[in-house]
C-alpha cells in the first residue's frame, strides 16, 4: 500500500490544521493506521493511532484532548484533525500503516508515507 500525507501547513498557536493521509495500491479497511512526527534534532514520536476496525483509538499524552484520528475507509484516507495546536507541535507528520493488527506506538509498521510538515508560530 502506498501512503501520501498532506495537509500541513503554517499556523498560529492555537489554531487548527487537518491533516490526511490517503492510501493506494490494496485494501486500507484491514489497515490500522498511526501518526507519527518528528522534529528537528528530536526523534519520532508517536501522535495518535486508529484501529483497522475503528473500535480503538490511541493518542499520545501530548495531543489528548487536541488532537483526534479519524478513518474514511470509503475513500482510503485516515484524518487527523489537530486543534489548539502549540508551537512544540511544530514537526514533519508522517502516517504508517500495517495489516490488521493493533495500534503501535513504537513504529513497527509496514508502510510509511511522506511527511508534510507542520509549522506551529507563537
Known amino acids: 500500500v502506498q501512503l501520501q500525507a498532506s495537509g500541513g501547513g503554517l499556523v498560529q498557536a492555537g489554531g487548527s490544521l487537518r491533516l490526511s493521509c490517503a492510501a493506494s495500491g490494496r485494501t486500507f479497511s484491514s489497515y490500522t493506521v498511526g501518526w507519527f512526527r518528528q522534529a528537528p534534532g528530536k526523534e519520532r514520536e508517536f501522535v495518535a493511532g486508529i484501529s483497522w476496525s475503528r473500535d480503538s483509538t490511541y493518542y499520545a499524552d501530548s495531543v489528548k484532548g487536541r488532537f483526534t484520528i479519524s478513518r474514511d475507509n470509503a475513500k482510503n484516507t485516515v484524518n487527523l484533525q489537530m486543534n489548539s495546536l502549540k508551537p512544540e507541535d511544530t514537526a514533519t507528520y508522517s502516517c504508517?500503516?500495517?495489516?490488521?493488527?493493533?495500534?503501535?506506538?513504537?513504529?513497527?509498521?509496514?508502510?510509511w508515507g511522506q511527511g508534510t510538515l507542520v509549522t506551529v508560530s507563537s
Open positions: 504508517a500503516a500495517r495489516a490488521g493488527r493493533s495500534i503501535d506506538s513504537l513504529g513497527l509498521y509496514d508502510y
